[in-house]
């Protein structure tokens, strides 16, 4: 958030045309609002974390 910094997904060759959703395929830099991380682990311990800037 504080450098602006959108990273583009890795090993993306090609998109399906049927799916409707935005995909980065390189770095931007732009504003950035809000951001998710996830985190994903063994034995179903997931987190979600949403921020948002003052």
Do not use: E, K, Y
């Given at each position: 958030m504080?450098?602006?910094l959108i990273p583009g997904c890795l090993n993306v060759?090609?998109?399906?045309?049927?799916?409707?959703?935005?995909?980065?395929t390189d770095n931007q830099n732009r504003p950035v609002r809000r951001v998710m991380?996830?985190?994903?682990?063994?034995?179903?311990?997931?987190?979600?974390?949403?921020?948002e800037a003052a």
């Open positions: 504080q450098s602006g060759m090609q998109l399906d045309p049927v799916f409707q959703s935005a995909v980065l991380s996830n985190a994903f682990g063994f034995g179903g311990t997931n987190c979600s974390l949403i921020f």
